[in-house]
T-cell receptor, first 109, second 114 residues
């Protein structure tokens, strides 16, 4: 079973920051936090990953709490094309990605 | 930008028939994966493949499933005798030299078993 808990759905206004929370209270020291998204039954798309430091790339920022029990994915300026299901996954290197149900993010004009 | 490709995009087959789903991973990638997603459900890991052998597989990946990298470019998933419950989207993914890097997914093959 997935080791993460995410809200089933969220709305965000276009142009605003979308903040997607994830709880992973049982995370182990060697597990990374990954975020992927899936736009309407297309192949999943990698967004970002991190171990304990905050990370930023051209798509998003990942904020991991100091105790590593939760994280937040931030899409700084959401567009309609960001409407998708967002998956938070914890994973040990070399092991499989275990997917949960994700958060369905709807960006509204 | 290089991408993972999968063929066919949609495969319809009769129960009990064998199917082969094909994937062309990104050319310099070394780790390969198959996932499936039953309609409306979550993505499920099937198998990972590295250095010409299976490195990890899930409970779903039973004796009816096999994977092969027959040449330097293709990566295939074979289902020997399809069942109705094998109907799903099947996604192939690949990763560069380090397996903790991002996985690049293909567009998927929709398999319908009648």
């Amino acid at each position: 079973d997935a080791k993460t808990t995410q809200p089933p759905s969220m709305d965000c206004a276009e142009g605003r920051a979308a903040n997607l929370p994830c709880n992973h209270s049982t995370i182990s020291g060697n597990e990374y936090v990954y975020w992927y998204r899936q736009i309407h039954s297309q192949g999943p798309q990698y967004i970002i990953h991190g171990l304990k430091n905050n990370e930023t790339n051209e798509m998003a920022s990942l904020i991991i709490t100091e105790d590593r029990k939760s994280s937040t994915l931030i899409l700084p300026h959401a567009t309609l094309r960001d409407t998708a299901v967002y998956y938070c996954i914890v994973r040990v290197v070399d092991y499989q990605l275990i997917w949960g149900a994700g958060t369905k993010l709807i960006i509204k004009p | 930008e290089p991408e993972v490709t999968q063929t066919p995009s949609h495969q319809v087959t009769q129960m009990g028939q064998e199917v082969i789903l094909r994937c062309v991973p990104i050319s310099n990638h070394l780790y390969f994966y198959w996932y499936r997603q039953i309609l409306g459900q979550k993505v499920e890991f099937l198998v990972s493949f590295y250095n010409n052998e299976i490195s990890e597989k899930s409970e779903i990946f039973d004796d009816q499933f096999s994977v092969e990298r027959p040449d330097g470019s293709n990566f295939t998933l074979k289902i020997r005798s399809t069942k109705l419950e094998d109907s799903a989207m099947y996604f192939c993914a690949s990763t560069p030299e380090s397996s903790y890097n991002e996985q690049f997914f293909g567009p998927g093959t929709r398999l319908t078993v009648l």
